[in-house]
């Protein structure tokens, strides 16, 4: 096997494969990195939240400051905090191309965010961390859609196993609308939000 790279590392370290690519990884050593990786030793209550927290951020790429932000705007709504945050981050302009299936991973859909092949009610939008509202129509820009990644991507590379209620998805035209914020139970990331939330307000 092939030495592993970083998000790899951070992979083992997480629990979680972070990419594809990853899981052959992960399978190979479910263990953390390091001398004492393979030690099963009992995590105290902040650990737990700690790492819990860590996976979050993880599976969405954002900075310890934007996650710290979006918890705050969550607790000043209605609601289970926990789940209000996992539906902020879930409607992140990178997070809505990756379900709807434009992009492999995180990390390829902030890239194509990033370099403007992505555009939302028909007006281009180079930030990841952009919200996309309910009503809102996120499509591959008409110049972008002959690139070999996004032929791909219109031809289901990366469509998920299972269809996302909240998205309106037209995958030959690589477009899609949000029809609505999700429930907590639709959205595929591995984390317990509450251990998250309790991280952020001990």
């Given at each position: 096997?092939?030495?592993?790279?970083?998000?790899?590392?951070?992979?083992?370290?997480?629990?979680?494969?972070?990419?594809p690519k990853c899981q052959k990884y992960l399978e190979a050593r479910p263990y953390p990195p390091g001398q004492h990786?393979?030690?099963?030793?009992?995590?105290?209550?902040?650990?737990?939240r700690?790492?819990?927290?860590?996976?979050?951020?993880?599976?969405?790429?954002?900075?310890?400051?934007?996650?710290?932000?979006a918890f705050q705007d969550a607790t000043r709504r209605p609601g289970k905090t926990g789940e209000l945050l996992v539906a902020d981050l879930e409607s992140r302009l990178d997070a809505v191309v990756l379900r709807a299936g434009?992009?492999?991973?995180?990390?390829q859909a902030r890239q194509a965010v990033v370099h403007r092949?992505?555009?939302?009610?028909?007006?281009?939008?180079?930030?990841?961390?952009?919200r996309v509202r309910p009503g809102d129509v996120?499509?591959?820009?008409?110049?972008?859609?002959?690139?070999?990644?996004?032929?791909?991507?219109?031809?289901?590379?990366?469509?998920?196993?299972?269809?996302?209620?909240?998205l309106a998805v037209e995958l030959a035209d690589l477009r899609a609308q949000l029809l609505r914020l999700p429930e907590r139970r639709e959205v595929p990331v591995?984390?317990?939000e509450q251990l998250v939330v309790?991280?952020?307000s001990r």
């Open positions: 096997m092939n030495t592993p790279r970083p998000k790899a590392k951070l992979s083992r370290a997480l629990g979680i494969a972070l990419t990786g393979r030690s099963r030793k009992q995590q105290s209550d902040y650990k737990r700690l790492l819990e927290k860590q996976r979050l951020r993880a599976q969405y790429d954002v900075s310890e400051a934007q996650l710290r932000r434009f992009a492999r991973t995180i990390y092949h992505v555009v939302v009610n028909g007006r281009r939008v180079d930030r990841p961390s952009y996120v499509a591959v820009a008409p110049r972008s859609r002959t690139k070999s990644p996004f032929l791909e991507a219109a031809a289901g590379a990366h469509r998920a196993a299972e269809d996302r209620a909240y591995v984390c317990e309790e991280f952020y």
